[in-house]
């Protein structure tokens, strides 16, 4: 009877000591070597940008593109009224026929004069007024083929045709305007959206540890995820460029500039965007969700772990930066450690508990 009554006093606080065990989920840790992304914000820029201006004066008769639309290097998008030049251009042509008319002539005369002095028929004076002449013919033949060409680019540039390939934006003067080659405002501009530019600023020290990090690897495409403002990832690769050739001295920053394809041209310039940008490399660490630590006064990072004993021990870490929902911890934590994830308000530090594990959100596994 004693022995029984031993028995199930010794099984009741057995089940006492079960029941006083606080239920909580846990991850186990797996130290990794990982890369560090940065997130940065920018904004995208045209490719190349280019302004439509007149070269020379005249009336515009004709606007030849719809605005906002996709236009071709080459093509034409203003007529100027070019009577006036076509008028320019036949006198040009014309005058340049009588030059030639004239070479032949005294061409003609300063041969004949040529063997006329050789038999001394003629004086030497006479002999070289007209290969003067002859040499004078030739140089204007050349002054009217320039007139000639000269007539021929101007009457060209009464249309005015796209610089490059790209959107043309609004027009700012339309069919009835006068325009001149010297004017201040310019008709329409192109922006070329196929590459594009985002470009956003980092610090000197970001840019040289991300200038490292590109060159060890075979394409800087790895190193860069885009997103819009909403989240949205960008599935487009990125390739990596350095913008300013110095650091502002006021800011220590420079611009970093990244190209993409932008194909469709479904992003337009100055839109705003997110970036992710592998600054670092080859860092121990552990990704802990972001409810799993505690922060003192002094802003010092803590998470709670169990122990061999499934009890509750406060461990001092060392936190990197955010990413996503999680916290990158560098320093405090090793493989086979369990941090709790859940039930935190419900422990205290000596605390039994009851765990259950959790996937890890480094892992999914």
């Given at each position: 009877m004693l022995l029984s009554a031993c028995d199930d006093s010794q099984q009741t606080q057995e089940q006492a000591g079960q029941a006083q065990a606080v239920p909580v989920e846990s991850m186990l840790i797996n130290v990794q070597n990982m890369d560090i992304s940065e997130p940065y914000s920018g904004r995208t820029v045209a490719y190349r940008i280019a302004e439509v201006r007149p070269q020379v004066d005249g009336i515009i008769t004709k606007r030849l593109f719809e605005e906002g639309a996709d236009v071709k290097e080459g093509q034409v998008l203003y007529q100027i009224e070019s009577s006036s030049y076509q008028a320019k251009l036949d006198k040009a042509k014309g005058d340049l026929q009588y030059a030639k008319e004239q070479l032949r002539l005294n061409k003609r005369l300063a041969q004949r004069?040529?063997?006329l002095h050789a038999?001394?028929?003629?004086?030497k004076e006479k002999y070289d007024e007209a290969d003067s002449n002859y040499r004078l013919s030739l140089a204007n033949v050349e002054i009217n083929k320039s007139l000639v060409k000269s007539a021929q680019i101007n009457l060209d540039h009464t249309q005015i045709k796209a610089p490059i390939s790209g959107r043309i934006g609004k027009s700012f003067f339309s069919e009835g305007a006068l325009v001149t080659n010297a004017q201040s405002n310019y008709l329409a501009s192109i922006q070329q959206l196929s590459p594009l530019y985002v470009e956003?600023?980092?610090t000197s020290q970001e840019a040289l540890s991300l200038r490292s990090n590109v060159s060890e690897k075979s394409s800087a495409q790895d190193s860069v995820k885009l997103m819009l403002d909403n989240g949205v990832e960008i599935e487009s690769p990125a390739k990596l460029q350095f913008a300013d050739m110095s650091v502002n001295k006021n800011t220590d920053t420079v611009t970093v500039r990244l190209e993409i394809p932008n194909s469709q041209a479904s992003l337009l310039p100055n839109m705003y965007l997110r970036a992710e940008i592998k600054?670092?490399?080859d860092v121990d660490g552990v990704l802990v969700p972001q409810k799993a630590l505690k922060h003192n006064p002094k802003g010092e990072a803590s998470v709670m772990v169990i122990n061999a004993e499934n009890k509750v021990e406060v461990r001092p870490v060392t936190t990197k930066q955010m990413?996503?929902?999680q916290w990158l911890i560098t320093k405090g934590l090793t493989d086979g450690?369990?941090?709790i994830t859940v039930g935190l308000q419900k422990i205290?530090?000596?605390?039994?508990?009851?765990?259950?594990?959790?996937?890890?959100?480094?892992t999914n596994k």
């Open positions: 004069y040529k063997a038999s001394r028929a003629i004086s956003f600023p980092m600054t670092k490399a990413i996503g929902n450690d369990q941090v205290r530090p000596g605390a039994l508990v009851d765990a259950t594990n959790v996937n890890d959100p480094q």
